[in-house]
């Protein structure tokens, strides 16, 4: 693949990081393993009021069914704080909001032990009342997607009429509560064309961060192919748009990229790991993007889960093998037969 230059420039920032922080683990200044997890993604639902064609995790299914319980999703909670805590706690699903004042009973006990939180939304559930209800956490960014500045073609693709107005107006009503607005936009064939628009509109909803970058291909995206581009041309355009578009919004709003796949990988391979995913079913997976579980939680502590095989699971005979099958835009062999695949480790 002939790289973009922003591409170029990320690799670059890439290895510099990792050579900064292995320099630093010579010197004893940066640990080689952490023996608990600094952050953890919360999934705390299966269930979306929305069906988007190209959902990482699936979400909405019908045949869907949480088994983490209120009461499982407080006793793992209660243990994270025991032992020490955790920075960063990403809430996601499914749609978060589901879970009406439940949410706010498991991310209260994280608030307390000092825990900073990151929130995703389709935006469809978000009121006054909730804004009001989470002014109280301290959020690095709240994140709405919007993937068209076209209402009807971001229904169409999210499964749902009127799903675009109720994302403008949740992403006004963060912005004007002062919250750290994200906007997260998934870039197509369809939709490049009306990248900068997209980016225009991101800035006046009142947005600080806009992170745009092209559909991956896991959950539902696996089946709906024309999502999805590994065209030359295509890439080109993308970084050519995030490019420009970051010259002339520098100091008001930043445009981020999604990591390309195969340099995410690479970065994880050669770095402590430091995070985990916890889905609905309990089940804990390496992160969003490799169909690996290490455990999970209605069976195991996380604190063994982590030990066991969460902190070293980019080692993993089994994660080495799968990678080593990958093409050079992440793509895995299943992938061509629309499969996506649930691996257990361990």
């Given at each position: ?11 670059e920032?890439?290895?510099n990081?990792?050579k900064?922080?292995k320099d630093?683990?010579e ?9 608990l997890?600094?952050?953890?993604q ?9 069906y ?15 088994e983490?319980?209120?009461?499982d999703?407080?006793q793992?909670?209660?243990?994270i ?13 499914g749609e ?10 498991i ?8 825990t ?12 006054n ?7 109280k956490?301290?959020?690095?960014w ?23 107005d ?7 009503l963060f912005s004007?509560a002062g ?10 064939p ?14 006046k909803?009142g ?20 999502l ?5 041309e295509?890439?080109h355009?993308?970084?050519s ?5 970051q010259?002339q919004?520098?100091?008001?709003m930043d ?10 990988i ?13 889905r ?5 997976r390496?992160?969003c993007?490799?169909?690996f ?19 070293n699971?980019?080692?993993h ?8 099958e ?6 895995h062999?299943?992938h061509?037969?629309h ?8």
């Amino acid at each position: 693949m002939n790289q973009h230059r922003l591409l170029k420039q990320q690799a670059e920032c890439a290895q510099n990081h990792i050579k900064r922080i292995k320099d630093d683990q010579e010197q004893g200044l940066y640990p080689k393993s952490f023996s608990l997890p600094l952050g953890l993604q919360f999934e705390l639902t299966s269930k979306c009021g929305l069906y988007c064609k190209h959902c990482y995790n699936a979400s909405g299914e019908s045949h869907s069914k949480d088994e983490m319980t209120l009461a499982d999703w407080k006793q793992l909670v209660d243990g994270i704080i025991k032992e020490g805590g955790i920075f960063q706690c990403i809430i996601s699903g499914g749609e978060p909001l589901l879970l009406a004042d439940s949410m706010f009973e498991i991310m209260n006990p994280l608030h307390e032990d000092g825990t900073g939180f990151v929130l995703i939304t389709n935006g469809l559930l978000v009121t006054n009342d909730i804004v009001k209800k989470l002014k109280k956490y301290n959020f690095y960014w709240v994140q709405v997607s919007i993937d068209d500045v076209l209402d009807t073609a971001h229904d169409e693709f999210r499964g749902k009429i009127g799903s675009w107005d109720k994302a403008i107006n949740a992403a006004y009503l963060f912005s004007g509560a002062g919250f750290p607005l994200r906007i997260a936009h998934a870039v197509t064939p369809d939709n490049l064309s009306r990248l900068p628009e997209m980016i225009d509109l991101a800035y006046k909803l009142g947005a600080s961060s806009m992170v745009c970058g092209s559909v991956m291909l896991s959950g539902r995206a696996v089946a709906n192919k024309e999502l999805f581009s590994n065209d030359d041309e295509f890439l080109h355009e993308l970084y050519s748009v995030i490019e420009r578009s970051q010259c002339q919004y520098r100091g008001k709003m930043d445009i981020l990229t999604s990591s390309d796949l195969m340099m995410d990988i690479d970065k994880k391979k050669e770095l402590p790991n430091s995070a985990v995913v916890i889905r609905p079913n309990g089940d804990v997976r390496m992160d969003c993007t490799m169909p690996f579980t290490v455990g999970n939680v209605l069976k195991n502590s996380i604190t063994d889960i982590w030990r066991n095989l969460g902190a070293n699971c980019w080692e993993h005979d089994t994660v080495t093998q799968y990678i080593s099958e990958l093409d050079e835009r992440g793509i895995h062999p299943s992938h061509k037969n629309h499969q996506d695949l649930d691996i257990k480790l361990g």
